[in-house]
């Protein structure tokens, strides 16, 4: 049985023609021919790889005039994404390659034609990797379209002003913007009232905390401040902001959120059964502490793991968010997959350490054997 291919989930003929059968209705390309060539090329490509290949197939059969290219472009499009959902509405990834045409064909002679376009296109499907050839190509005119963005009437285009202004967007090009150049962008759109928005600026500041976390927490208590989003929108904000640095034990993290980094803990334990296993096998965690006087726990684990060369790398999971009881002992257990052939990571044989950490602290280690 083979395996599930995304590649072939998001670009196949069906897609292609999707894609293709709105320009063959409209006259301007034959879209049989058009799918019949990108179908017999795609099958040894990657996604990546597919997304250029239509984009260029594109670019041979559309208009050579760049805007006659928009005109049969906005003529082929499907109709917006529905503007009354509010969250996970990702659009057809098919539209991805109109965003490399655009790349292609309009970022020297027709920026303010290009960005129109990829204002249209992000209503079908998010531009976030090819706005990021014009905040690099055109820096200063791009971050101020975005501005305005910000406050668009389409929650997609409201989106793209943040995720694309992203300084660490997964398989995005890096781009030359500052955290000046975000913060009056992630301003404006900390208060809107889409969760997809709202989770772009989110992890926007999550990207923003790994360098420079007491910007990102100052900003957080002014819109704590202001009270112009809902308390209960803006504490998932927080919290979803700050995860890694929550993770990392930032004291300032720690306090923004209402965790005490030096809260008194007693009798901490943690342990790993079996205590010696194979790479590929399933243990469970067990820990337990108390809080003699209480108070708000953030409760991970922390395994030191070891790398190929002897040394070891500590990696953070989530155990448990809760409120202490003083005095109260408090177990936590959770099962841990050390799975073989991670893509993420490779495991290797020998001796672990496994930590308790609480809020942000480490109270509590043993050893175990990972073979």
Same mark, same amino acid.
């Given at each position: 049985?083979?395996?599930?291919?995304?590649?072939?989930?998001?670009?196949?003929?069906?897609?292609?023609?999707?894609?293709?059968?709105?320009?063959?209705?409209?006259?301007?390309?034959?879209?049989?021919?058009?799918?019949?060539?990108?179908?017999?090329?795609?099958?040894?490509?990657?996604?990546?790889?597919?997304?250029?290949?239509?984009?260029?197939?594109?670019?041979?059969?559309?208009?050579?005039?760049?805007?006659?290219?928009?005109?049969?472009?906005?003529?082929?499009?499907?109709?917006?994404?529905?503007?009354?959902?509010?969250?996970?509405?990702?659009?057809?990834?098919?539209?991805?390659?109109?965003?490399?045409?655009?790349?292609?064909?309009?970022?020297?002679?027709?920026?303010?034609?290009?960005?129109?376009?990829?204002?249209?296109?992000?209503?079908?499907?998010?531009?976030?990797?090819?706005?990021?050839?014009?905040?690099?190509?055109?820096?200063?005119?791009?971050?101020?379209?975005?501005?305005?963005?910000?406050?668009?009437?389409?929650?997609?285009?409201?989106?793209?002003?943040?995720?694309?202004?992203?300084?660490?967007?997964?398989?995005?090009?890096?781009?030359?913007?500052?955290?000046?150049?975000?913060?009056?962008?992630?301003?404006?759109?900390?208060?809107?009232?889409?969760?997809?928005?709202?989770?772009?600026?989110?992890?926007?500041?999550?990207?923003?905390?790994?360098?420079?976390? %007491?910007? !990102? $927490? +100052?900003?957080?208590?002014?819109?704590? /401040?202001?009270?112009?989003?809902?308390? *209960?929108?803006?504490?998932?904000?927080?919290?979803?902001?700050?995860?890694?640095?929550?993770?990392?034990?930032?004291?300032?993290?720690?306090?923004?959120?209402?965790?005490?980094?030096?809260?008194?803990?007693?009798?901490?334990?943690?342990?790993?059964?079996?205590?010696?296993?194979?790479?590929?096998?399933?243990?469970?965690?067990?820990?337990?502490?108390?809080?003699?006087?209480?108070?708000?726990?953030?409760? %991970?684990? !922390? $395994? +030191?793991?070891?790398?190929?060369?002897? /040394?070891?790398?500590?990696?953070?999971? *989530?155990?448990?968010?809760?409120?202490?009881?003083?005095?109260?002992?408090?177990?936590?257990?959770?099962?841990?997959?050390?799975?073989?052939?991670?893509?993420?990571?490779?495991?290797?044989?020998?001796?672990?350490?496994?930590?308790?950490?609480?809020?942000?602290?480490?109270?509590?280690?043993?050893?175990?054997?990972?073979?």
């Amino acid at each position: 049985m083979s395996g599930f291919s995304l590649k072939d989930q998001l670009f196949n003929e069906v897609t292609v023609r999707t894609l293709a059968v709105p320009f063959g209705a409209a006259g301007v390309f034959d879209a049989d021919r058009f799918v019949a060539r990108v179908v017999a090329a795609m099958p040894p490509l990657e996604l990546k790889e597919r997304i250029n290949l239509i984009a260029d197939e594109l670019i041979g059969v559309l208009p050579n005039d760049f805007p006659d290219t928009v005109m049969a472009i906005k003529a082929s499009l499907p109709p917006p994404l529905d503007p009354t959902r509010t969250d996970d509405d990702f659009g057809s990834f098919i539209y991805a390659p109109l965003g490399v045409v655009v790349e292609k064909q309009g970022i020297e002679d027709h920026l303010d034609l290009s960005l129109d376009l990829l204002e249209d296109l992000t209503q079908r499907f998010s531009m976030e990797f090819s706005i990021r050839a014009f905040l690099n190509r055109w820096p200063n005119e791009t971050v101020k379209r975005m501005n305005a963005w910000a406050h668009h009437e389409n929650y997609h285009v409201r989106r793209l002003a943040s995720e694309g202004l992203r300084p660490k967007l997964p398989w995005g090009k890096s781009i030359p913007q500052t955290t000046s150049d975000r913060l009056p962008v992630l301003d404006a759109l900390h208060v809107d009232s889409t969760r997809f928005v709202t989770r772009s600026v989110a992890n926007h500041l999550n990207d923003i905390a790994k360098r420079e976390p %007491d910007v !990102v $927490i +100052d900003l957080l208590d002014n819109w704590i /401040s202001k009270g112009q989003q809902d308390r *209960k929108e803006l504490d998932w904000m927080r919290r979803h902001a700050l995860r890694s640095l929550i993770k990392e034990g930032h004291s300032g993290a720690m306090a923004h959120l209402g965790h005490d980094a030096k809260i008194a803990i007693d009798a901490a334990e943690v342990t790993i059964t079996p205590d010696t296993l194979a790479i590929g096998e399933k243990a469970e965690i067990t820990a337990s502490f108390t809080a003699p006087k209480g108070g708000p726990i953030i409760a %991970d684990y !922390v $395994i +030191d793991f070891v790398k190929s060369n002897g /040394s070891s790398a500590p990696k953070v999971f *989530k155990m448990k968010v809760l409120q202490a009881k003083p005095d109260v002992e408090i177990i936590l257990k959770k099962a841990h997959l050390f799975k073989k052939g991670a893509t993420t990571f490779t495991l290797y044989p020998g001796v672990h350490r496994i930590s308790l950490q609480i809020n942000g602290r480490i109270v509590a280690s043993s050893q175990f054997v990972l073979s």
